[in-house]
């Protein structure tokens, strides 16, 4: 992987990871679907193949809720659940 790339997965993961912050005060399953909206709604559609992709390869650095919002994000009939 190109040192551009790294450097664009950490950008993608801190984003991720700031916006699983923002709704720590909500219960799990609450703040991983407004994760995952927010992710839907504000980012371009690259950047969201390009977090599922880095999920997909195990994901590391992500939260735990951020890590399981992208993966909802690979199953979109969970986004109702």
């Known amino acids: 992987m190109s040192h551009d790339h790294e450097a664009q997965d950490r950008k993608l993961v801190y984003m991720a990871n700031q916006i699983a912050t923002f709704f720590n005060a909500q219960p799990d399953d ?47 009939q969970q986004q109702s659940a």
């Open 30 to 76: 609450q703040a991983i679907g407004e994760i995952a909206n927010h992710i839907i709604k504000f980012w371009d559609p690259r950047m969201r193949a390009k977090i599922t992709a880095y999920v997909g390869h195990g994901g590391g650095g992500l939260l735990p809720r951020a890590h399981a919002a992208v993966e909802r994000l690979s199953h979109p």
